[in-house]
């Protein structure tokens, strides 16, 4: 079994900062892909940045410039630094990520539990 377990959320006044980090455990060949994804009250969870092996990265234009999304291969960790953060940042932070279990298996999609994010005054 794999489990992505995130931590570092929290409350934050508006132009304040917040770390999250997911670590992925289990039986894990390799991660194809790791992501960050939010989803506020009422509405549909979005992407919010996301890292592929090679490097790429990509960020939704509303937490461009303020968030940085960064991996730690060796570890198997994603972090996402948050920074100038908004009330509209608001919203529950899941962690995604894309594993292969084994070398010549197919490869599986799994989600963290979810960390708020409150930005208020």
């Known amino acids: 079994q794999v489990q992505l377990v995130e931590s570092g959320g929290g409350l934050v006044q508006p132009g304040g900062s917040l770390r999250l980090s997911c670590t992925a455990s289990?039986?894990?060949?390799?991660?194809?892909?790791m992501r960050w994804y939010r989803q506020a009250p009422g509405l549909e969870r979005d992407l919010v940045a996301s890292?592929?092996?090679?490097?790429?990265?990509q960020y939704a234009d509303s937490v461009k410039g303020r968030f940085t999304i960064s991996r730690d291969n060796a570890k198997n960790t994603v972090s996402l630094q948050m920074s100038s953060l908004k009330p509209e940042d608001t919203a529950v932070y899941y962690c995604?990520?894309?594993?292969?279990?084994?070398?010549?298996?197919?490869?599986?999609?799994?989600w963290g539990q979810g960390t708020q994010v409150t930005v208020s005054s």
């Open positions: 995604y990520a894309i594993i292969r279990r084994d070398g010549s298996g197919p490869s599986y999609q799994y």
């Open positions: 289990g039986s894990i060949f390799s991660i194809d892909a």
């Open positions: 890292i592929i092996n090679g490097g790429s990265i």
